[in-house]
């Protein structure tokens, strides 16, 4: 029950945003109920994808372009990763996320309203809300208020003794008993006379000294300020990054690792042993083709003379053979 009331309030909040910002969309619809106003918000139709086209094109001019209007007219879809696209570059939501626009997921009617007004903050003329300046007024309340001024007084323009308070008793009670010379004395003024005309010397070099004074201090409560709150814009930054991508890769335990290292060991031996394996397999398989290529070049090219010609090794075995015959068969007759 309390969940539907706060809804019914974040609707009627989101309505008189979108009155304020004088959205033509609203104007002459006259509602006064918190469930008319949740239908309206909360309802899939074309009235509210009306609504926050109008709302995207009020933060981002360039989001009404004709060119993306006229391709948005005939694919709806593309309206819908649009206007997800421009809540993910807003910090707003994810490009995922078309469920906010679509109202046809997992997306409650709460996450629906907050994602419109978050929305409605950063249209122009609109009413800001009040969480999001919540924050960052009280930061600065705090930080420039009453109490803390005297702080922050001393923190711009600091008076300290650089001398402890042991130094300081020391330095009392040796100052009645010590009585320098006239001789030391001279040697620390004449010290002093050279220091100071070094200093005056390097005075006259930096011109940003001598404009010391007409220039305003570097540290003012406005710079302050301006610091303060940019820090405040990077803090949330990084929150919201944190929280959509960065939490689930921290949240994950860390690797073990198994103490048993023979294992590993007996596997690099063995892919050792492999790798020598195949190298010798390589180095026979290049032999044996080395000797093949050989053997073929001494059946087909002809490298032996006869009778004032080259011939092949076969032909060569062929006429000696025959020849071995004739002298066998002369020697039989």
């Known amino acids: 029950m309390a969940g539907v009331l706060t809804e019914k309030l974040i609707a009627r909040h989101v309505y008189s945003s979108l009155e304020a910002a004088s959205c033509p969309l609203v104007e002459g619809l006259y509602l006064q109920e918190a469930d008319s106003m949740l239908q309206l918000l909360c309802s899939p139709s074309q009235h509210r994808t009306d ?11 360039n989001f009404t372009s004709s060119k993306a209007m006229s391709v948005r007219s005939k694919e ?11 809540g993910q570059e807003l910090l707003l939501c994810r490009a995922s996320d078309v469920d906010l626009i679509r109202v046809t997921g997992d997306a409650s009617p709460r996450r629906q309203l907050q994602f419109l007004e978050q929305l409605l903050t950063l249209v122009p003329g609109g009413v800001k809300s009040a969480g999001h300046a919540a924050d960052g007024e009280l930061l600065l309340k705090e930080f420039f ?23 300081k008793a020391l330095w009392k009670n040796t100052k009645s008993s010590y009585k320098p010379n006239r001789e030391e004395n001279r040697d620390i003024v004449a010290l002093l006379q050279v220091t100071q005309s070094a200093l005056e010397q390097l005075q006259s070099k930096c011109v940003f000294l001598n404009s010391e004074a007409q220039s305003p201090p570097a540290f003012s409560p406005s710079s302050l300020r301006v610091a303060a709150s940019d820090l405040q814009q990077l803090m949330a930054t990084f929150s919201h990054v944190y929280e959509t991508d960065l939490r689930v ?23 050792l042993a492999c790798n020598t394996e195949l190298e010798m397999l390589k180095e026979v398989s290049e032999a044996s083709e080395s000797v093949s290529e050989e053997v073929k070049q001494l059946q087909t090219q002809p490298r032996y003379w006869s009778r004032a010609e080259k011939h092949t090794l076969p ?14 068969s002369q020697l039989s007759s």
């Open 249 to 271: 890769y921290c949240s994950r335990d860390p690797p073990s690792f198994s103490s048993e290292t023979e294992v590993f060991q007996r596997v690099q031996q063995l892919l």
């Open 51 to 61: 609504i926050l086209a109008w709302i995207c094109s009020s933060i981002s001019p």
């Open 315 to 328: 032909d060569q075995l062929e006429k000696v053979i025959g020849r071995i015959g004739g002298f066998l």
């Open 145 to 167: 208020g009453a109490e803390s001024l005297p702080h922050l007084t001393q923190t711009l323009s600091p008076a300290f003794d650089p001398w402890p308070t042991p130094i």
């Open 76 to 86: 709806p879809d593309v309206l819908t990763k649009d206007m997800a696209v421009l």
